[in-house]
Each structure stands twice: as C-alpha cells, then as structure tokens.
C-alpha cells in the first residue's frame, strides 16, 4: 500500500506549515524596532504600539509569536526581550545578525505582507483569503470550489478529532454553520450513525459541500442549507450548531452577534461547539496558536482566541456551562456551552 488512510493527528504537517511565519516574524520585529525598544526597558503593547507607531492590535499578534519563539516575554502585562533577542538580535549587539537577515527582507513576500499589517492593522492588498466572500455575503463557484479543497485538507486531521467527543453521540441533529466543504459535519455523522446532520454555508459554497457529501455516501444523513448567516434566519430544529475555524476569522463584536443568532436558534438545552486552536490566556503563544493568528492577521478580521476570551463572548449572550477539551484532533480542543 503506497499511502495510508488519514488520522486524527497531523501535527507534524501545521508544524512544517507553519514554520513559514518564524523568519518574517522576526524580521518585521527586528525592522520595526521591536527589540531594541524591548531590550531597553519592559513596556505593555499599547506603549510599544504607540512608541514604534503600529497597530496595536497586530502587534499583539506579532509579540506572541515571537514569546513562543522564545524571543520576548510578558510579565506584569509588560513585555520584555530576552537573552537570546539582546545577544543576537538588538541592533547595537555584536552578536547582531542584522546583517544576514536583512537579505531576506525584500526576497520574502510573507515578511513584506506582515510588515504591512503590522503598521496599518488592516489586511495586505494582494492576500488572497476566503474571508471577504464571506463578508460580502456572494462567493462564486470557482471560489467555493477553491476554498473548500483549502479548507478540507487542513482539517481532515481535526475533523476526525473533533468526530471522536463521545458528546455527539448524546446529541440528535447538528448543524455546521460556515461548513466549508462540510467535512467536520461529514465525519461527525460517520463516527455516529444515529446523528443527522444539516451543512449550513453561502449558496455557492453549500453546492460544493454538497458534492462533498456524495462522495462520502451519506446522503441519507447529511444536508446542505444555503444561508448567509449574518443576514438570514437559521433553520430551527438542529439541537446543537458546531463551527469550526469561524469564530477566529471574526472580530469580538462580529462573533458576539453570530453566538446571539446560535443562542436565538437553539431549543432549550440546546448546545454551541467552536473547533479551534486556543490561545493561552495571557496571549504568549502557544506557537501553533500565535503562528495561526498571524495568518488570521493576513486574511481575515480575527485571530486566535483563548478560552477565556470565548467563556466571556458565550456567557454575554446566555450560554452557560462553558468548557474545553483537546480533541486529540491535532492541535485541536472543543469549546461548549448549553442553553439553559
């Protein structure tokens, strides 16, 4: 046999994806300042924001990465540069390696995309993402088959993690909203046959799930529903909606409204999934979570959230019993709430 069937763990995978953010990460700290201010003395990231005038948003961002690179740290709600950033990385070091990493400046695309957003908060002209189809509310076929083929490979790992929570065996019909190429509601219903599943996304997009489905041969248990889901009213009966790699595309405000319409949508008792990689609480890393938001940074509204961050979004619209599990899905965990 030449290939091997998917599994649940494909970390090694994220982990060579991405590396790609290590070496522009610190080659936009180390040309915005960051180190030198960093070395000479601890400051929380608005003062650094406004000292080396960037967002302050995405600079939060960038500073995670390089905390989980072991580059800077955050103490007090101040950060600080450490030993290996003042030895090899302040400007006036005479280990400094300024000189051999400003060759990759210019010959790096992803270190001139990030420069940008860090400076302007705002996505880089050129990115190509998924995110402004789903803002503009249209998405055309040509778009929603590329997407979907994005989409589906990065999570056919963490889809059969997700599938494995005993929990989706206690529950009747779910609804993945924002499914993509529905592949979380696809393996969810495969791992528990007495599940029905509706797969909820743009029109172009739930036509692409669609074929998705037929592939998979479950027809029989699995449905699509075109909706945009910030404007239209979510069909009622599905006891719990799942969403996976939506709630980090969004801003705080735009994800509140979208956890107001589940909380609206589902019956009594009803309960909310979000499939995400998690941010520690203190917004330092991990790397898989920090390297996965500068990517968000690109390309959407959002980035990686913690679940603190989640408990407070789901607890102000009315869920309760917020919690978290790693699913054993890659770098995965399972956040849910119930209505009461």
């Known amino acids: 046999m030449s290939h ?202 739930a036509e692409e799930a669609g074929r998705y489905v037929s592939r998979a041969g479950l027809e029989d248990r699995v449905a699509t529903h075109a909706c945009n889901m910030f404007e239209e009213e979510w069909p009622r009966g599905p006891t719990a909606h799942f969403f996976s790699n939506v709630f980090h595309d969004w801003s705080p405000e735009t994800n509140r409204m979208l956890a107001a319409r589940s909380f609206a949508a589902l019956p009594s008792g009803g309960r909310i999934f979000l499939n995400e990689i998690l941010m520690d609480d203190d917004g330092t890393g991990p790397w898989t979570a920090a390297a996965f938001s500068l990517m968000m940074l690109l390309g959407t509204l959002g980035k990686q959230y913690s679940l603190e961050e989640y408990r407070a979004l789901l607890e102000s619209v009315g869920f309760v019993d917020v919690q978290a599990v790693r699913t054993g899905g890659g770098y995965f965990s399972l956040v849910s709430a119930r209505k009461p």
């Open 4 to 205: 091997l069937a998917p599994t649940h763990d494909d970390r090694v995978i994220w982990d060579v994806w991405q590396s790609q953010f290590r070496l522009p990460a610190t080659t936009v700290a180390d040309e915005t300042g960051v180190f030198r201010a960093l070395s000479a003395q601890p400051r929380t990231t608005v003062e650094l924001a406004t000292e080396l005038a960037l967002d302050a948003r995405a600079l939060s961002l960038l500073l995670a990465a390089l905390a989980s690179s072991e580059l800077v740290e955050k103490r007090d709600g101040r950060w600080r540069a450490l030993p290996a950033a003042r030895t090899w990385l302040h400007p006036e070091a005479e280990g400094y390696w300024g000189g051999f990493l400003n060759r990759f400046r210019e010959t790096i695309p992803l270190h001139r995309q990030l420069l940008e957003a860090v400076r302007t908060g705002k996505r880089p002209a050129g990115v190509v993402a998924g995110a402004p189809e789903w803002e503009r509310g249209t998405m055309s076929a040509e778009a929603a088959q590329r997407i979907a083929a994005f989409m589906h490979a990065h999570s056919k790992g963490p889809a059969i993690g997700a599938a494995m929570q005993p929990v989706f065996g206690e529950i009747e019909s779910l609804m993945d909203i924002g499914c993509g190429s529905g592949v979380y509601g696809i393996e969810i219903a495969r791992t528990h046959p007495g599940l029905k599943v509706t797969l909820l996304d743009l029109a172009a997009m």
